[in-house]
């Protein structure tokens, strides 16, 4: 059975680098002299928007489930390479702008990226860019410094305070857009020079002038930005945006941003009404570094609490979530996110994560625990983010990396292919993917405990949507209890194990080589 409803906060969203991920076009490998000797997994790798859609088309996100793809930052990145005692890094990463009206060659082209979005859509799966408004690029002998009514290039932030984190620079060399300031800059002068020698200067300024006639806005730092960024929805249609640093910039940055986005998205319904997916508003998740769900709407700086979801975000991602599935019980789990999503964030959402490409210390960083990483990520409420290759148990342990580089190895598709465990692990979260996109009542719905005595049996239900989960159950015969869900005489169908059973005395027998059982009626 499938519901054709869609809402974020149920969502199954695939997050990748898009250099990592699949290589469709070898021939935009190189550009801008990006040849230098790199650190290890530092550099580009080849990974593009065209190996995307090559995956989509094949079926790839459709049979893990996957309803929305969120991918790094395709804006063009500087040029020249960065050496921070890692060995040399490029902006493979995308979070490195150099030019943001402008796709980096080495992820595609604007065509490219048309395609993407269609190809998406036609197969019901959304489009998330990741909006970086906080800083450029890192200075390289071949990318000057921004002028300085632009950014600041210190103090370097301590995070100790509000003040701390907001206005300085995250890291060395990465300097900070002056998000505060509301006066009237002009261009820096590499940018006019370089959209001049690609000959859009005139067309490029007079979208401006548009654009800062109809808001009304100074023409300060961040408005520019937020003019870039929002043309991409106006132009292709993306469907939202996950947003980079939210937490080190000044909060009503994101409100303004959240309007701008809302009017560009809807004049690409207005102006594409047979391409619009469905009634949903333009989404926004962000990440607050060391957000947790348990903080409610409040984060806290510590002589600060900012809100960031009212009048900004829908959702926010949720940090705490590896740890509370390694802590806690299951349904003390599911119970402590159904609580807080009904009462201190009703309304929005959280999305919640196992693995990412920052995070030093994920869930299960030897993979020796990929079926428990899916039943906890894909079962928990709220909006789940797959990580790229925790469905393929790819390796988080890198020999020769240093950092984070150890998280972002290219997809183990290789692996995919030939090996039998990989391909058993794959199918564990094909399985629940389609089960929680054909129902939003898994993400969205009121989880209710049936009984924890033989394993754990569940039910969510959401309006007319109604399902129920068993895990840790045991293999071969078991009875569940569905009297609070299904009537006696109804017909079910365990999607796990693929069989149809029907209701006596409000109990079901499923006969599996399983410990987890999905039943939806038919």
Not at 420 to 438: A, D, P, S
């Amino acid at each position: 059975m499938e519901t054709k409803e869609f809402v974020w906060e149920g969502a199954n969203i695939y997050f990748l680098l898009t250099d990592r991920f699949n290589n469709g076009d070898t021939t935009n490998d190189i550009n801008f002299d990006r040849t230098k000797e790199t650190g290890k997994l530092r550099g580009f790798e080849g990974g593009d928007i065209k190996g995307i859609t090559q995956k989509i088309n094949e079926g790839y996100f459709t049979k893990l489930g996957i309803n929305a793809i969120w991918m790094t930052p395709i804006v063009e990145q500087i040029h020249g390479g960065v050496d921070e005692g890692t060995g040399l890094s490029y902006g493979f990463h995308g979070y490195w702008t150099r030019d943001w009206t402008n796709i980096d060659p080495n992820f595609g082209t604007k065509e490219d990226l048309k395609e993407l979005v269609a190809t998406a859509h036609k197969n019901g799966i959304r489009i998330l860019l990741d909006a970086v408004i906080n800083h450029t690029g890192p200075v390289t002998d071949k990318d000057p410094v921004w002028p300085n009514d632009w950014v600041r290039t210190g103090p370097q932030c301590n995070y100790n305070t509000y003040e701390n984190t907001v206005t300085c620079t995250l890291v060395k060399n990465l300097p900070d857009i002056r998000t505060e300031s509301n006066e009237n800059v002009a261009l820096p002068p590499q940018l006019i020079a370089k959209w001049k020698a690609e000959v859009r200067f005139e067309q490029e300024m007079k979208e401006l002038d548009d654009f800062f006639t109809r808001t009304g806005h100074p023409r300060a730092p961040r408005f520019y930005i937020m003019k870039w960024l929002t043309d991409y929805i106006a132009e292709y249609g993306i469907d939202g945006y996950r947003v980079d640093t939210v937490k080190h910039t000044e909060e009503f940055v994101w409100q303004e941003f959240k309007q701008e986005c809302d009017v560009a998205f809807a004049d690409y319904k207005k102006n594409n009404p047979e391409k619009v997916l469905d009634a949903n508003n333009f989404y926004l998740v962000g990440e607050v570094y060391n957000y947790g769900i348990s903080a409610g709407k409040a984060f806290n700086f510590g002589n600060k609490k900012v809100n960031y979801f009212d009048k900004a975000f829908n959702s926010l991602i949720n940090f705490e979530m590896k740890w509370n599935a390694k802590q806690m019980a299951e349904n003390d789990v599911f119970q402590k996110y159904d609580s807080l999503l009904n009462s201190d964030l009703k309304g929005y959402g959280v999305l919640n994560y196992m693995t990412s490409h920052d995070d030093g210390e994920p869930f299960d960083k030897e993979r020796k625990m990929p079926y428990k990483t899916a039943t906890m990520l894909l079962l928990t409420p709220g909006t789940s983010q797959v990580y790229y290759g925790d469905e393929s148990a790819r390796s988080l342990i890198i020999d020769g990396t240093v950092g984070d580089a150890t998280l972002r190895s290219f997809m183990n598709w290789d692996a995919i292919k030939t090996e039998e465990e990989t391909q058993k692990i794959l199918m564990h979260w094909q399985k629940l993917g389609q089960f929680r996109t054909n129902h939003m009542a898994v993400g969205a719905g009121k989880h209710q405990l049936i009984s924890d005595e033989n394993g754990l049996i569940f039910s969510r239900v959401r309006n007319d949507d109604k399902i129920i989960v068993g895990i840790n159950l045991s293999k071969g015969n078991k009875e569940l209890g569905v009297s609070s869900v299904f009537e006696n005489g109804q017909k079910l169908y365990d999607f796990y194990s693929n069989q149809t059973m029907e209701v006596k005395d409000g109990k079901v027998n499923v006969n599996s080589e399983f410990d987890i059982v999905l039943l939806e009626k038919i």
